[in-house]
């Protein structure tokens, strides 16, 4: 049975987001021995080489000049944003606090989808992406102990992503993904590159090191392809919910490498979130049904009046 573009555009975001998690995960292991900018800087220079090898074997590399246009750069500077924010807080924050903070992405992004791009959100699936927020803001806890400067540079880091899957909408389809994912690695090496010098510049890494940034380098792909599949293939603001699904394997994650235990209020608000997800799949399931049985009717009609 065929899946509708909906349908294969959250399966491309769930995947997308247990692959950044798992990405995530190293990373903050990682950072102990080596400062972040170094981290990003060595991630990427691999990421870039892999991409270049992918996209020479899919035969793109000669259409490079495709990725520098203006809408695929400013993308980029909106993953640059994105990932420089999740990062920090990354090295400060539980994997499950900064993950619950970036459930705020699908809200953000279907504001972005109908202010910006004229996508027709109905009530039903309003309500359930409120629901969802709700449950992002039980973990949270507004005015508690979890909001800090760190907190406040993850909510940045949400517009950073909003902006970034609004930007991936408008990109002509023409350009092929790999170069896309090129061009978002080599801003965001650039990038590393700065933080790495401001900080404690070059540290000689271990075969350890080298080990968790090359697995980190080939999930940042995967993980860039899926995303950037998910909003292309379908609508955003069906797409964006199920990113509530890397809660589930940030809190798994936390748990089974960093020995913490999530708490009762992350557990609620979590089990909040993934029912919107769930019922967000459902409502699409039902939708492609009655339009498919629609279609039919159509044409069997058509076919009587002939």
């Not at 960093?258 to 992350?266: E, G, S």
Request: proline share 2%; with cysteine.
């Amino acid at each position: 049975m065929a899946l509708s573009a909906n349908i294969r555009s959250s399966l491309y975001m769930m995947l997308g987001m247990g692959v950044f998690a798992i990405g995530d995960a190293l990373t903050k292991y990682s950072v102990q021995t080596l400062n972040l900018g170094q981290f990003m800087f060595m991630r990427g220079i691999l990421c870039i080489v892999l991409l270049l090898i992918l996209a020479a074997k899919q035969g793109h590399l000669g259409r490079w000049r495709d990725a520098l246009d203006k809408t695929t750069l400013l993308r980029g500077f909106g993953e640059v944003g994105a990932t420089t924010c999740y990062l920090v807080g990354l090295t400060h924050l539980s994997l499950a606090f900064v993950s619950s903070v970036y459930q705020a992405v699908p809200l953000a992004v279907t504001l972005g989808a109908v202010l910006f791009l004229g996508e027709q959100v109905g009530w039903r699936r309003w309500l359930s992406i409120g629901i969802g927020f709700i449950g992002v803001l039980i973990i949270i806890r507004p005015g508690g102990d979890g909001m800090n400067a760190y907190s406040l540079l993850l909510l940045i880091g949400v517009g950073f992503t909003a902006m970034r899957d609004l930007t991936t909408r408008r990109i002509n389809m023409q350009i092929p993904t790999i170069l896309i994912s090129a061009m978002t690695s080599i801003m965001i090496t650039i990038t590393g590159f700065v933080m790495m010098q401001a900080d404690t510049g070059w540290v000689q890494p271990t075969i350890t090191d080298m080990t968790h940034v090359s697995i980190a380098a080939v999930l940042l792909i995967i993980g860039y392809h899926c995303i950037i599949l998910a909003t292309r293939v379908g609508d955003m603001s069906f797409a964006s919910p199920f990113r509530y699904t890397s809660l589930l394997w940030a809190i798994a994650l936390t748990y089974i490498v960093f020995n913490q235990i999530p708490d009762q209020n992350t557990l609620i608000g979590s089990a909040i979130v993934v029912a919107s997800g769930c019922y967000m799949l459902y409502r699409e399931a039902i939708t492609g049904y009655r339009m498919r049985k629609e279609l039919r009717k159509q044409k069997a009609e058509s076919g009587i009046s002939a």
